[in-house]
C-alpha cells in the first residue's frame, strides 16, 4: 500500500542552502497534509501542515507547497542549518471521518556544515 | 509546552507473553492514538480512540491488541500474546479535535517518543 510516497530516501545539502523534500501521493481523498521531522530514538515532530483548499503554507524556515492536480507535495527548508539533520515523513489524511494518518517511506536530509 | 510521555522508553519480553505500553496524552486532547514502526518500515496507523471507545482501527489491529483509557490521563495499548513480529517502535499521538469538518478544519496528531519493544 504506498498511498504516499518519498521518492528520494536521503538528501544532502550544504548548510545556508534551500532543502526541497518531495513527496506524492495517490489516493485523491487526501485533502490534509502534514510534515513531521523525526530524530533516531524520538517520536515524530510536527513541523507544518496544510489543507487542500490552499498551494501554499508558510512557517519561518518551513514552507510546503501542494499541487493537487499533480498529487505532490512539498516541503522547503531555507536557510538549511545543521540541526535539520533528521528524517523527514510527509504525511496525509481524510478528514471526514477518517482520522488515520498514513505516511511516507521518509527521507534523510544531511547538513553539510 | 505540553508534550506526549510514553512508558517504558524499551521493553523486552518472550514471545507468548503479555505487554502493556503506556502512554499520558496531552491534557485538553481529546482523541488517541497509537502507531508503529518496524524498523526500516514507514510508520503505520493502529487504531484510534475517542470518548471511550474505538473509532478506528487496522487490520495490524486484531484479536491480540487492545486499547484502554483506564482512568483521565493514562491510555494503554495491550498486546496479548506477543509475537516476534511485534517488535518494533510504538508511538502514541493525541489531538485536541478530530480531523473532521472538511478541509477548512484540520488539526494535528502530536507524538510520544515512543516505546521500543523487543520480542525473543
Known amino acids: 500500500d504506498q498511498q504516499v510516497k518519498q521518492n528520494s530516501p536521503s538528501l544532502s545539502v550544504q548548510e545556508g542552502r534551500i532543502s526541497i523534500l518531495n513527496c506524492d501521493y495517490t489516493n485523491s481523498m487526501f485533502d490534509y497534509f502534514l510534515w513531521y521531522k523525526k530524530y533516531p530514538a524520538e517520536g515524530p515532530t510536527f513541523l507544518i501542515s496544510i489543507s487542500s483548499i490552499k498551494d501554499k503554507n508558510e512557517d519561518g524556515r518551513f514552507t510546503v507547497f501542494l499541487n493537487k492536480s499533480a498529487k505532490h507535495l512539498s516541503l522547503h527548508i531555507v536557510p538549511s542549518q545543521p540541526g535539520d539533520s533528521a528524517v523527514y515523513f510527509c504525511a496525509a489524511s481524510v478528514t471526514f471521518g477518517n482520522e488515520k494518518l498514513t505516511f511516507g517511506t521518509g527521507t534523510r536530509l544531511t547538513i553539510i556544515p | 509546552e505540553p508534550e506526549v510521555t510514553q512508558t517504558p522508553s524499551h521493553q523486552v519480553t518472550q514471545m507468548g507473553q503479555e505487554v502493556i505500553l503506556r502512554c499520558v496524552p496531552i491534557?485538553?486532547?481529546?482523541?488517541f492514538y497509537w502507531y508503529r514502526q518496524i524498523l526500516g518500515q514507514k510508520v503505520e496507523f493502529l487504531v484510534s480512540?475517542?470518548?471511550?471507545?474505538?473509532?478506528?482501527k487496522s487490520e495490524i489491529f486484531d484479536d491480540q491488541f487492545s486499547v484502554e483509557r483506564p482512568d483521565g490521563s493514562n491510555f494503554t495499548l495491550k498486546i496479548r500474546s506477543t509475537k516476534l513480529e511485534d517488535s518494533a517502535m510504538y508511538f502514541c499521538a493525541s489531538s485536541e479535535r478530530r480531523l473532521a469538518g472538511g478541509p477548512m478544519s484540520g488539526d494535528t496528531q502530536y507524538f510520544g517518543p515512543g516505546t521500543r519493544l523487543t520480542v525473543l
Open positions: 480512540f475517542y470518548n471511550n471507545e474505538i473509532s478506528e
Open positions: 491534557s485538553n486532547h481529546l482523541y
